[in-house]
């Protein structure tokens, strides 16, 4: 578990290593050749993936090539929802994410239908050709609002001279240290309290499904309530939810409703912060504060699984030790919470009815 782990792992880590030059990679070449680029990669990983024969291939081809194509897809297609609307932004960036719930549920059907079928190196390769088709799309179709300004240097920590936003980075820090551990190890999880072996391999792709109405729905919700008020409160249910719910889950039952609720909650989060960082940041510094605050996601990124599968210690003389993994991914998320409060209360002070 824990070598496959960071093949996981490094794919996440690549998808944001590009942050910190997303502002001037975007006013160089702007968004058309970062999309070609990042369609190309995506594609190659996939179609390389299927001629590996050894672990450290999957590293190279769905690691880090597969990540490193994820990263110049993502950020073009996140700042652009974020720059053309205002009033309903929360939604339109919820709806532009849910797409990675469809994704989550579809591509894992899709693959497990392929290996049945035409076997797992074939396989591969049919889900490259689907990704280069649906990429290709995006490319023609995604563009930003004003074409992207001249950050000055390759680098730069502009958005870092505003508190609030250094307190929204450091939430992305702490979360994706905590955030993928359901989505990794609720399958096996299930599996532990005596799930059939359908429900397992379905659990992360349906919380991927029902993680769509999470990102729509607390999208349109957070245009009414106030985004920054929504951000807190998404984030610290989805630590409850660990503690309250997935801890002390004995039964499938149970592990069911922690997937739905933290699906809701969990994609809730996802929306939320880059719904909030126009507001945090202004439009003008949109394109450095989204590589950087996304950037975040590195350290959870690199570390995160291989921390929750060392923690629950599967060949450990007990038995898998989930309750470890599970305690840590919920208080983790919890201190998210509670900065998260934070940035509301400094924006709108401590009403709770104050829409920020």
């Known amino acids: 578990m824990t070598a496959l782990s960071w093949v996981g792992s490094l794919w996440l880590a690549m998808s944001v290593l590009l942050g910190p030059l997303f502002s001037y990679l975007a006013w160089r070449i702007g968004y058309t050749w970062l999309l070609v680029l990042g369609t190309l990669c995506s594609s190659l990983g996939f179609m390389m ?37 205002l009033k309903n932004r929360g939604l339109a960036v919820g709806i532009s994410m849910a797409g990675s719930g469809c994704g989550g ?35 023609l179709v995604v563009r930003p609002l004003n074409p992207p300004r001249d950050p000055g240097f390759p680098i730069t920590l502009v958005p870092f001279r505003n508190p609030q936003f250094c307190i929204l980075f450091l939430i992305q820090v702490i979360t994706n240290f ?57 984030i610290c249910m989805a630590g409850l939810l660990c503690l309250v719910l997935w801890l002390p889950a004995n039964n499938t039952a149970t592990v069911w409703a922690f997937a739905a609720l933290f699906g809701c909650f969990g994609g809730g989060y996802m929306a939320m912060i880059p719904s909030l960082l126009v507001q945090v940041v202004g439009p003008e510094l949109l394109e450095p504060a989204n590589g950087l605050v996304f950037f975040g996601w590195l350290p959870g990124g690199i570390f995160g699984s291989p921390i929750a599968s060392t923690l629950i210690n599967e060949n450990g003389p007990n038995g898998p030790e989930y309750w470890r993994a599970i305690v840590f991914g919920g208080v983790m998320m919890l201190g998210a919470g509670v900065l998260a409060y934070t940035v509301k209360i400094m924006r709108g002070g401590l009403n709770p009815l104050r829409k920020v």
């Open 49 to 85: 993936a299927s001629l590996a024969s050894e672990v450290w291939h999957l590293y190279l081809t769905q690691g880090f090539l597969l990540g490193l194509g994820a990263s110049l897809i993502w950020f073009p297609c996140i700042s652009s929802p974020q720059s053309w609307f």
């Open 105 to 139: 549920l579809v591509f894992s059907n899709v693959a497990q239908a392929l290996m049945k079928t035409v076997g797992i190196h074939w396989a591969m390769r049919v889900l490259g050709f689907i990704v280069l088709v649906l990429l290709s799309f995006c490319t």
């Open 178 to 234: 905590s955030f993928n551990i359901p989505s990794t190890f609720l399958p096996s999880y299930a599996r532990h309290v005596g799930a059939d072996e359908w429900t397992a391999t379905n659990m992360s792709a349906i919380m991927s499904a029902i993680m769509v109405i999470g990102k729509i729905g607390s999208g349109f919700v957070s245009d009414r309530i106030g985004r920054a008020n929504m951000n807190a409160i998404v």
